[in-house]
């Protein structure tokens, strides 16, 4: 008698098992289901030999269930005996099984499942628009060879309007070095002693960049703080931006310039530079200079797997590698944590994307 | 304050320009004289690894040709060295984006605020020689004792007799190792100079210390126990007008080597 589905019930396919254990730990994982008490159950064993205790006690145990045994499929001449022994009906499964219908719920999923996406992309017609961008990127991409190497309008005008105050930032040193100088030719045996390296000046020529670089941003930054209204309108813009996609290395010499997002699914070696008015994520070690924002959006970030890069730029935000840490070339085994620089308070914050 | 205008080069690559330029830079620094190196080698840049500068670059030496910032904003200080600038190359243009007149104008600029301009030159005698070699009234020419690198040397010691604006080239003889010339297989100070013709300025050891000291960022004459360092010290004084001699390039002889003469003496006696 061949039978292909059963009428209220269910097949439970344990034919990859080879040990009675298994068969009894898979039924009983099954039939502690609520939907599979009270059915009938079809048992595909496989080639596993099953005495009559055994199948008696897998019996037992689907009857414990509140179910029965329907009929056993197996390829196992001595479980054919001992089935027929207990008088357990054998069968063939065939493949047919009628597929139950589902299109009217699936329907229901469908419209469920775009609700959500609206609801978090906030627009109704992505489609087109992912299509709209595709193109926007087609075109850039086959514009992006050709693109002369400049950095952006927005640095110029920037360091023209910074360049006063970098004059004069710039006569005080000179004049201090002036004064070093004297103090150097009256007495040059000393002088290439003191010379040496002295961490405390470090530090204060250190601070003393830190508040140069604040000067630099000018007067307009001071309002802005940390918005999450300005946060949640640039995310959206900075999705809406085409996206230029790198499945390559990137070497030194070699720059990157884009007015979207810049994807780059390899290593950014030192000595490369990366410029983007959107965000930057780098799938690899960063190693070069890389300027996000480069149109003066500070919420624009710079992602990367490991942060090694010799500068990092947001919109006119600048940081730098620390002296300290001279370490030319990263060793490829090392485990990666990915990091994202951003603007927090003016300056330049790398954190840990995932905390665990 | 007129500077003076020094131009290293070789001809040949892998001589030791660059750490040339770095060492008698940091060397002359430190005897309180006001230097800046430019380096011209465009889209090879590597002056500012060699001195751990790499990280605080912002400008370069296009963008003050190209007249994106002035010439002091590009300038980039020493960490330790307040008296020694850096004007760095782009790392992403090539030979083309300078002129000759244009590195000119910039050596003129910067010879009122500095004692010294060392230009590092890029290998080869295309554009980029005849670009860092414009601005100079000086010339150092780095070899060592290969005959390849004599070869390329001769060539380029040629070239810059023919420039009018070279009042002066002298010979700096780099990884030289004595123990080699001893047993004969390398050319000898002797021989190089005699070959070229050229007042030599500096002879400097073979040092696996320039090594380590490229990799840290941190020129070796920072470094007052190695050899090639004091040798390097000596170039920079001599460049400054001192009368300095030449340093003994013979290795300080180890333990063993004292007790193995000891012995074969010893032996030799009984014989």
């Known amino acids: 008698m061949d039978k292909g589905y059963i009428e209220n019930g269910f097949i439970v396919d344990v034919s990859n098992a080879h040990k009675t254990s298994e068969i009894i730990y898979e039924l009983s994982r099954i039939l502690d289901l609520p939907d599979a008490q009270s059915k009938k159950v079809c048992l595909k064993l496989g080639s596993v030999d099953l005495t009559t205790t055994e199948l008696t006690s897998i019996k037992a145990l689907v009857e414990s269930m509140n179910s029965e045994i329907e009929f056993i499929n197996t390829s196992s001449q001595y479980t054919v005996k001992s089935a027929e022994e207990l008088n357990i009906e054998v069968s063939v499964l065939e493949n047919k099984v009628p597929m139950p219908e589902f299109n009217g719920d699936q329907e229901k999923v469908n419209r469920e499942l775009e609700k959500a996406l609206d609801k978090i992309f906030g627009d109704e017609n992505t489609e087109i628009k992912t299509f709209a961008q595709e193109k926007d990127l087609k075109k850039l991409q086959q514009d992006a060879p050709a693109e002369p190497v400049e950095p952006i309008e927005e640095i110029k005008t920037e360091s023209i309007s910074s360049e006063n105050q970098m004059e004069t930032i710039d006569k005080s040193e000179f004049a201090a070095d002036k004064d070093e100088k004297s103090e150097n030719t009256v007495n040059a045996s000393v002088s290439i002693e003191t010379a040496d390296f002295n961490p405390a000046e470090e530090l204060k020529d250190f601070n003393k960049e830190l508040e140069n670089a604040n000067k630099i941003e000018g007067e307009d930054i001071e309002d802005i703080d940390y918005n999450l209204d300005d946060l949640r309108k640039s995310l959206r813009e900075t999705e809406k931006l085409p996206t230029l996609y790198i499945q390559r290395t990137l070497r030194s010499g070699q720059s990157i310039t884009s007015d979207g997002n810049i994807v780059i699914i390899g290593d950014a070696n030192p000595g490369s530079e990366i410029i983007a008015k959107g965000d930057i994520t780098v799938w690899g070690i960063l190693g070069g200079i890389a300027h996000a924002g480069s149109a003066g959006n500070r919420y624009a970030k710079i992602r990367a797997l490991k942060m090694n890069a010799i500068q990092l730029r947001i919109a006119d935000t600048f940081a730098r590698r620390p002296d300290n840490i001279n370490i030319p070339y990263i060793q490829k085994t090392d485990t990666f944590i990915p990091e994202e620089a951003c603007i927090y308070k003016k300056q330049i914050l790398i954190h840990k994307i995932h905390e665990s | 304050m007129s500077g003076r205008v020094i131009v290293i080069t070789s001809g040949k690559g892998g001589v030791g320009k660059t750490t ?34 790499e990280n605080r670059i912002v400008y370069t030496i296009v963008d003050v040709v190209e007249e994106r910032c002035k010439l002091k904003q590009a300038l980039v200080k020493d960490k330790k060295n307040p008296n020694l600038c850096l004007l760095a190359a782009a790392q992403t243009r090539d030979k083309t984006a300078v002129t000759e007149e244009q590195l000119k104008d910039i050596c003129e600029k910067l010879k009122k605020d500095f004692d010294f301009i060392l230009v590092d030159c890029p290998a080869g005698i295309e554009q980029g020689f005849q670009n860092a070699v414009a601005g100079a009234s000086e010339a150092i020419v780095v070899t060592t004792p290969e005959m390849s690198a004599v070869r390329d040397a001769d060539r380029i010691i040629g070239l810059l007799e023919a420039k009018e604006e070279i009042k002066s080239y002298k010979l700096l003889l780099n990884r030289v190792r004595p123990n080699l010339i001893k047993s004969n297989d390398m050319m000898s100070v002797d021989d190089v100079v005699e070959i070229l013709s050229a007042e030599l300025i500096g002879i400097i050891p073979e040092d696996t210390g320039i090594i380590t000291s490229t990799n840290k960022g941190e020129p070796i004459v920072n470094d007052e126990k190695s050899l090639a360092g004091k040798a390097y010290n000596n170039v920079a004084r001599r460049i400054i007008g001192e009368d300095v001699p030449f340093l003994n390039l013979e290795e300080p002889q180890g333990v063993m080597a004292k007790i193995k003469k000891f012995f074969s003496g010893l032996t030799g006696k009984e014989k």
């Open chain 2, 20 to 53: 040339t330029n770095a060492n008698i830079g940091t060397a002359l620094a430190r005897a309180g004289k006001k230097v800046v190196m430019i380096d011209t080698d465009l889209g090879l840049r590597n002056l500012d690894l060699l001195l751990g500068l």
